[in-house]
């Protein structure tokens, strides 16, 4: 079944798009994960859609992955189909505050380059690392803004293989939950629109954020961004920080001494170390002040 599967995966996205054993640690910016039985990455949504039934049919897991900025893999790796919508898919196209973007394209870059243009209201996102697709996924945000402020539709793919546009309310953003995780479709493109404003305070609000970012965030190791969400009045790292966790060590993996809601890869982690740094911090923390730190980021591949 394996080398069959492998034959239509190819047939499907052509064979230049498809690997064997792939190494998710060259995939997730945490950079550690094992392999991916297969690893597919589409270069349109029709090939997004053919490996997706393909994957039904034979009755093969599969989960979607933009750039692996909020992902996890487990040292087994993933006994399955990653599909990968990023890089082959990054088109994006802009007209009068109007911006078209693949769901494969860098959040950061179409941020960046919309500002630059003189429109107002993705100052937010320069700097997150994510894809459109992944942003949209989760409602992503930061410094007060969010996805669900500047965005007017998506173009999904059910579980079916349907193509359907969802508005901005049919989309249901909240705090890093949206229809597309809660239906687990699959984001294929993103519109977005913005207003005009003053070039000189957008790049003003631009390197602000950036500031903030590379002063209070530990950028210089390997990470997946916040680790965990905010509990409702409270916030994560201020908690953990309480906690008295500031810089605890699990192996490679270490509570950022720069920002205690990141968990970073302080070298030769393994997924293991990571999880189990989680796990322990979620039981002080809950012991400690009865608050529940739900993940943000995403775990694949643990028994």
């Known amino acids: 079944m394996e080398n069959r ?17 792939e190494p998710m640690c060259k995939h997730t ?16 949504a029709e090939g997004v859609k053919r490996t997706v039934e393909l994957c039904t049919k034979s009755q093969t897991p599969y989960y979607i992955v933009g750039n692996g900025s909020n ?4 040292d087994e790796g993933f006994s399955g189909v990653i599909l990968q919508i990023y890089g082959k898919m990054n088109d994006c196209e802009m007209t009068e505050g109007k911006i078209k973007a693949q769901a494969g394209a860098l959040l950061t870059k179409v ?7 003189g429109y107002t209201g993705m100052e937010f996102a320069v700097g997150i690392p994510g894809t459109v697709g992944g942003a949209v996924a989760m409602n992503a945000g930061a410094y007060g803004g969010e996805i669900k402020d500047v965005i007017t539709s ?13 508005n901005k309310e049919e989309l249901k953003l909240g705090y890093r939950s949206s229809a597309v995780m809660e239906q687990e479709y699959i984001v294929l493109e993103a519109e977005f629109e913005l207003e005009k404003g003053e070039a000189e305070e957008i790049q003003a609000i631009c390197d602000k954020n950036t500031k903030a970012r590379v002063e209070k965030q530990p950028l210089e190791y390997p990470s997946a961004g916040s680790t965990f969400k905010r509990p409702e009045g409270y916030f994560a790292g201020k908690l953990i920080m309480d906690a008295g966790l500031r810089g605890f060590t699990v192996g490679g993996a270490q509570v950022s001494e720069k920002h205690c809601g990141f968990v970073i890869n302080k070298g030769n982690a393994t997924a293991k170390d990571v999880a189990d740094l989680i796990t322990q911090v979620q039981e002080k923390v809950q012991e400690t002040f009865g608050v529940t730190l739900e993940t943000e980021v995403k775990m694949i591949g643990f028994k």
């Not at 992902?71 to 487990?74: K, N």
């Open 29 to 44: 910016t945490f950079k550690v994960g094992g392999n991916a039985t297969y690893f597919v990455t589409p270069e349109s």
């Open 5 to 21: 599967l492998y034959q239509e995966l190819c047939k499907a996205v052509g064979e230049s798009n498809v690997l064997l054993e």
């Open 111 to 117: 941020a960046n380059q919309i500002s630059k243009e």
């Open 154 to 166: 998506a173009l999904v793919m059910t579980k079916d293989g349907e193509l359907i546009r969802l």
């Open 71 to 74: 992902l996890l893999v487990s």
